[in-house]
Structure formats: structure tokens, C-alpha cells
């Protein structure tokens, strides 16, 4: 079947699917979504190797965590693409303002990583706010994502293009596809897009779904800005555990940070030591308190003068945890 087709026929038993879950499920407290279609059972994201638009590598479970609200197109795209990020944004600026949480992230992933870099991607996404993840990177990694999701996407070389300078287009699928916090294809909208449908059936969908909590999260954060001439400062938060297995952190890492490690502070017969920890371990179901004057972060080499940190949390070679936060100043409470 060709992937065209494959798209359509996902699409269409998707809905026929959900209507017949929809029909069986009348008694349902959550009222249905209007325009969204909800798959009877989510499905797990395929599996991939792609860069974020920091070129950080990622895979699927990039999408745990958060509910994300993903997008197909790319850069050059002059109409659909952009109308469809800025539909998104404005429906998430309404959820906020109505006082609906958690908010979902924006995901654009790039269907022209030959053109799309990391760096491009960065620039491109910062028009849609600091909620907003892009996504490119080789195009057989790309393919797994998209064809497990049944995304379409061809290369479109003008016919007409006089100058020969080899310029191109990218058709591609228009639906949003909606990932729950268990990193699941949950539900999906067809285009086009309004703000509206999304505002009414986002929370809908949220409601209905059921609970998760990620294995790893952080709370009670507070990262001190470095004091004027200072290129060091500290990291207090409390790690939980949501999971039955161990999690263990390797290293930290931040983009706008030269280095960060964990430290352990202690004081013996008036006597301050300072001591790098190589790794931490979190129990099952378990929190570690990360404090003033005992387990800390330490955050060196600042690179800019940007009030926000992210801080990444890394088990051997994956990604854990990212945070983002804004800094402390030093003594405030």
C-alpha cells in the first residue's frame, strides 16, 4: 500500500474505530470531543534517532512527560505551516488564559532535513515561544517517525523553475497528532485548523485520558543567577521517583552552561568540604532532596546573560529529565 494511501486508511479506521468506542462509551462522564478523533487504545511512538533544534539527540521518549500537540511541515513552508503553528500558539494563549492545565508543547518536526538544520529550526520556532520543540535530522530516522504514524510527506520540485537552481516544495500531512504524557499517539485533529476546536476539545481529551505520572520529575526548583563577576552559582530541587525501578543520574547538562555537576557539601569541626559526586541514584518511589549546604548542583562557565536555564538530566546516553526554570537572584526568597 502506498504511503498516501496508508495515511487515509489510518486516518479512516482511526475515525471509524473511535466512533465505535465513542458509541459503546455514552455514559461517560467527559463529554466527547467534536472534532478530534481518539483512538480506541493510544499507540507507543515509534522509534527513532533525530536532533532537537539545540542538535541534541533524541528519541521517542522526548514525547514522556507532557501532552504535545505535533505537527509535520517545515521552514520554507509559506502558508500552511506557519498558519498552522500560529493557530496552535493562539489556542494554547487561550487555554492559559481560561486557567486550563497542564498546556500542552508544540512540536514542529521538520519533513525538510535538508534544509532544515538544527540551527534553522531554532530560529524558525522562537516566533512560537519557549513551549515549542523542533525536531529534524537524518532522513531514515525520520521516515521510522513518520511512517509508524502513517505521515505523508514528498519531495516537490518546481516543474516551472526557470532559474534551474534546483528549488523544491515538500507535500506532506496536515493533521495534528495529539501525544499523551505516556509518550502515546492518543488522538489526532484533520485540517484545517481552528483555534476553537482545539480550545474545546483539548481539555476533553486531557480529562478523559488516564492519570500519569513521568518516572522522573522535579520540584521546589530554584537556580541561583551568579553573582556580577561570578561565573558559578548553585541548583537546589527535590528528583522523585514515580517508577518500581531505580533511576540513576550520570551527568547534567544545560545549554546556556560551559559545565554542571553534582556536589556534596558537608561540614565537619567548622570545616566546609566540597565534593563532586560522579552519579546519583534515585530509590523507587522515592524522592532526593537536593539542598542548601548538603547535595547540591553546581553551574559553571555561564555562557550568557539569559535569565532562563534548561537543565537536562542524563542516564549513561539518554535523557531522563529536561527542566527549564528562571533563575533565582542571589538572597531571594
Known sequence: MKL???VFALVLGTAMAAGIWMAMNVQRTVP???TATVLPSPIDMPA??????????IDRNVFVGQWDLVFFGFTNCPDVCPLTLQTLSAARRKLKEIGHAPLPRIVLVSVDPERDTPAVLAKYIAAYGDHTLGITGELDELRKLTGGLGIFFEKNVFENNTGNDGSYSVDH???????????????LFSGSHVIENFVHDLPLIMASAEVFKPPLVASNI??????PGASVSA???TLTNNSDDAILITRVTSPQYGAVSLHQTSVEENVARMRPVAELTIPPRDSIHL???????MLMQQWND???????????DTIVLSISTILSSPGEN
Open 4 to 6: 498516501r494511501k496508508f
Open 32 to 34: 466527547a470531543p467534536t
Open 48 to 57: 527513532f534517532s533525530l536532533l532537537d533544534q539545540e542538535g541534541r539527540r
Open 173 to 187: 500531512s496536515a493533521v495534528v497528532i495529539v501525544v499523551d504524557p505516556a509518550g502515546r499517539f492518543h488522538s
Open 222 to 227: 530554584e537556580i541561583i543567577q551568579p553573582l
Open 235 to 237: 541548583g537546589y530541587l
Open 291 to 297: 539542598k542548601p549546604g548538603g547535595l547540591h548542583l
Open 306 to 316: 539569559n535569565d532562563r536555564v534548561t537543565l537536562n538530566f542524563h542516564s549513561e
